[in-house]
């Protein structure tokens, strides 16, 4: 069997920070994570992506450190309005600004943020024309 790409794994401090900003992206997550430790959705088309705490990545590997840099989830916003609009609402939310909204050569508006803990989120749409 060819291995399939089933699910991405997030490594967070907090859950419930976390949740705020993936609801803002259009994921449906619980407001109130309670005591969860591990939290996974599945997307349209059978994908799925999970939250895990540091406590539970610490619990089978004691050396964990979080990172920058990696894997990260790239967004289709629709417009070019709307990479500028996400962006600024996921800034005023927690997230680094790594590259501020600009027209791509290669053909797209592009924004690049980093969510509380570190992860890549890559906005984008096509520029028109």
Known sequence: MTPQLSMIGLAVADLSRSF???RRLGFD???DPGQEKHHEIT???GLRVAWDTLEVIRSFSPE???????PSMAFDCGTPEAVDAKF???T???CAAESKPWDAFWGQRYAVVRD???HGI???SALPG
């Open 122 to 124: 890559e906005l984008f």
């Open 43 to 45: 997307l349209a088309g």
């Open 88 to 90: 600024s609402e996921l």
């Open 20 to 22: 705020d900003i993936y």
């Open 116 to 118: 509380p803990d570190g």
């Open 29 to 31: 997550l619980p407001a």
């Open 64 to 70: 964990f450190t979080q990172g920058t840099g990696g």
């Open 92 to 94: 005023e939310a927690g």
